[in-house]
């Protein structure tokens, strides 16, 4: 099975910096990636697919990069609401894996 | 606009079986490449993938939980089911359903239903 690592688990910032988050696969997914938001009490929502499109609707403050086993998520200026927990996860081979999440607090 | 909502028992006890239903629109599971998948999410947690079903019923299971799930779909009634069997207190979490596709290669979850806790205890 694929095991996805992201760093950092958690991430103190403010409004207006710049973030990055990183997910590393055991082994080489290609660009078979999807980075997900979820807020509290809320299910997860998809950013990101393919490693680095973005889904509609998402504001382009959010970048995806990376194949092969290393990725990120760059937000670029980080708003208010963007503060979330950020999940990444694989969907090359079964099983679907996900990563431990990234939890992104105000500083 | 698709929408997916999940049901069942809230509360199981220890050995118990868990069935659960994602009723879902706008989408029809008897279209190709369209799937459903379950993924849970214990208090606190991160998300661990359980299941998937297609439109033509293939059927794929996370291999750690395989002996203990059972995923079926009603077509007709535009559900999916899941069945646990002999749950645990570690089983306890928020369990959601979600829509996915393939179309030769294997996709994200998008979007998800709101969820459901379901807590093991006696």
């Known amino acids: 099975a694929i095991q996805l690592t992201q760093s950092p688990s958690s991430l103190s910032a403010s409004v207006g910096d710049r973030v990055t988050i990183t997910c590393r696969a055991s082994?080489?997914?290609?660009?078979?990636l999807a980075w997900y938001q979820q807020k509290p009490g809320k299910a997860p929502n998809i950013l990101i697919y393919?490693?680095?499109s973005l889904e509609s609707g998402v504001p382009s403050r959010f970048r995806g990069s990376g194949s092969g086993t290393e990725f990120t998520l760059t937000i670029s200026s980080l708003q208010p609401e963007d503060f979330a927990t950020y999940y990444c996860?694989?969907?090359?081979?079964?099983?679907?894996?996900f990563g431990q999440g990234t939890k992104l607090e105000i500083k | 606009q698709i929408t997916l909502k999940e049901s069942g028992r809230t509360l199981v006890k220890p050995t118990q079986t868990l069935t659960l239903t994602c009723t879902f629109s706008?989408?029809?599971?008897?279209?190709?490449?369209?799937?459903v998948g379950w993924i849970r999410q214990p208090p606190g947690k991160a998300l661990e993938w359980l299941a998937v079903?297609?439109?033509?019923?293939?059927?794929r299971y996370s291999p750690s939980l395989k002996s203990r799930l059972t995923i079926t779909k009603d077509t007709s009634k535009n559900q999916v089911v899941l069945t646990m069997t002999n749950m645990d207190p570690v089983d306890t979490a928020t369990y959601y359903c979600?829509?996915?596709?393939?179309?030769?290669?294997?996709?994200?979850?998008?979007?998800w239903g709101q969820g459901t806790l379901v807590t093991v205890s006696s």
């Open positions: 979600a829509h996915t596709s393939w179309f030769g290669e294997l996709s994200w979850f998008d979007p």
């Open positions: 706008g989408f029809s599971l008897s279209t190709r490449g369209v799937g």
């Open positions: 079903i297609y439109w033509d019923d293939d059927k």
């Open positions: 082994q080489g997914i290609s660009s078979a």
């Open positions: 393919d490693a680095s």
């Open positions: 996860q694989q969907f090359n081979s079964y099983p679907y894996s």
